[in-house]
Nanobody, 122 residues
């Protein structure tokens, strides 16, 4: 499945950004989705994930600041990022994985988008 991430940019600390990831095709409703980030010189790490029926999971570092949500009509998953910090600076990737379970929050994904850069200045 092809993923198309967008919405990154340069912001100041405390600002907000909304990332989007479109998943064209008829089966978006059957995909668990996730967002990951990779800062310079670091490993890619988990940010947030959402199941079919919008159960969610977050990394401790973003709880209370970031919100993952999806529109099965628009076939898009979003990451609303509030109260951004310089340490949030990274390339953000969306990921998808087909699952037959509507409640399952996945942590392993096989399909990845190209990444969108978020830079937070202090």
């Amino acid at each position: 499945v092809q993923l198309q991430a967008s919405g990154g940019g340069l912001v100041q600390a405390g600002d907000s950004l909304r990332l989007s990831c479109a998943v064209p095709g008829p089966t978006f409703g059957y995909y668990g989705m996730g967002w990951f980030c990779q800062a310079p010189g670091k490993e890619r790490e988990f940010v947030a994930a959402i199941s079919w029926n919008s159960r969610t999971s977050y990394a401790d570092s973003v709880k209370g600041r970031f919100t993952i949500f999806r529109s099965n009509v628009k076939k898009t998953v979003y990451l609303q990022m509030n109260s951004l910090r310089p340490e949030d600076t990274a390339v953000y990737y969306c990921a998808a994985e087909y699952t037959s379970s509507p409640d399952l929050i996945l942590t392993t994904f096989n399909s990845w988008g190209q990444g969108t850069l978020v830079t937070v200045s202090s």
